[in-house]
């Protein structure tokens, strides 16, 4: 019964920064990678980026330079900073973690229910 739930998302104006955060809860033994998918209006979910048990980061193309994922082990938690909002970053942004919340069963995929991003022009 694991949990995510994020929160940071808003309404902001092209060129602002916002920071999310995603906390997982419940039964959880351990936590692998993490990471951020976002979903606008119209379009396909999009990976955003990922960051594994270690502190490795990966992002899509569209974001570097501009948002940083990192997390918190001790509290279960995985932020994204995103700065240099554009309007084209407006989004639905879902947090997904891979996690084992049993020590004898294997790793599974999380998702939390997003949190909406709105950029204006």
């Known amino acids: 019964q694991v949990q995510l739930v994020e929160s940071g998302g808003g309404l902001v104006q092209a060129g602002g920064s916002l920071r999310l955060s995603c906390a997982a809860s419940g039964s959880i033994f351990r936590i692998n990678a993490m990471g951020w998918y976002r979903q606008a209006p119209g379009k396909q979910r999009e990976l955003v980026g990922v960051i594994t048990s270690g502190g490795s980061t990966n992002y899509t193309d569209s974001v570097k330079g501009r948002f940083t994922i990192s997390r918190d082990n001790a509290k279960n938690t995985v932020y994204l900073q995103m700065n240099g909002l554009k309007p084209e970053d407006t989004a639905d942004y879902y947090c997904?973690?891979?996690?084992?919340?049993?020590?004898?069963?294997?790793?599974?995929?999380?998702w939390g229910q997003g949190t909406q991003v709105t950029v204006s022009s």
């Open positions: 997904n973690a891979q996690i084992r919340a049993v020590w004898f069963r294997p790793f599974g995929d999380y």
